[in-house]
C-alpha cells in the first residue's frame, strides 16, 4: 500500500521546536517531492516548506523562513520538518504530501499522495 505515514507535532510554548517525520511506505521517497503544508479551520491548505526529489531544492515560505527547514533520510525513506522558534501563529494541522518527480511545488493541488496530518499547536 503507497502511503505517508506522519509522526511527531502535539503541544509546545512559543519559542520552542518540533520536529515532525513522514514516512513513506510502499514507494519509494527519491522518486518524490515532498511538501509539507498546514491548515486551519475555514482556510486552505497552505505550503509551508518543500523539497526536491533529489534534495537540491528546497522551498520555505516567507511566513517560516530561517525558521523551519525540511531535510530527508533516504535509508528510512523519511522526509523531516523541523520547525524551531515556533510562534502561535504556526498552530495547525500538518500534513506531508507526495508528488511524482523532481521538483517540489508550494501548490497542494500538485501532489498525489498525503499524510494523515498532525496537530501542533504552540501556546503565547
Known amino acids: 500500500e503507497v502511503q505517508l505515514v506522519q509522526s511527531g507535532g502535539g503541544l509546545v510554548q512559543a519559542g520552542g521546536s518540533l520536529r515532525l517525520s513522514c514516512a513513506a511506505s510502499?514507494?519509494?521517497?527519491?522518486?518524490?517531492?515532498i511538501g509539507w503544508f498546514r491548515q486551519v479551520p475555514g482556510k486552505e491548505r497552505e505550503g509551508v516548506s518543500c523539497?526536491?526529489?533529489?534534495?537540491?531544492?528546497?522551498y520555505n515560505a516567507d511566513s517560516v523562513k530561517d525558521r523551519f527547514t525540511t531535510s530527508t533520510d533516504n535509508a528510512k525513506n523519511t522526509v523531516y520538518l523541523q520547525m524551531n522558534s515556533l510562534k502561535p501563529e504556526d498552530t495547525a494541522v500538518y500534513y506531508c504530501?507526495?508528488?511524482?518527480?523532481?521538483?517540489?511545488?508550494?501548490?497542494?493541488?500538485?501532489?498525489?499522495?498525503w499524510g494523515q496530518g498532525t496537530q501542533v499547536t504552540v501556546s503565547s
Open positions: 504530501g507526495a508528488k511524482r518527480g523532481i521538483s517540489s511545488s508550494e501548490n497542494p493541488d500538485n501532489y498525489e499522495i
Open positions: 510502499g514507494f519509494t521517497s527519491d522518486d518524490y517531492a
Open positions: 523539497i526536491s526529489s533529489n534534495a537540491d531544492s528546497t
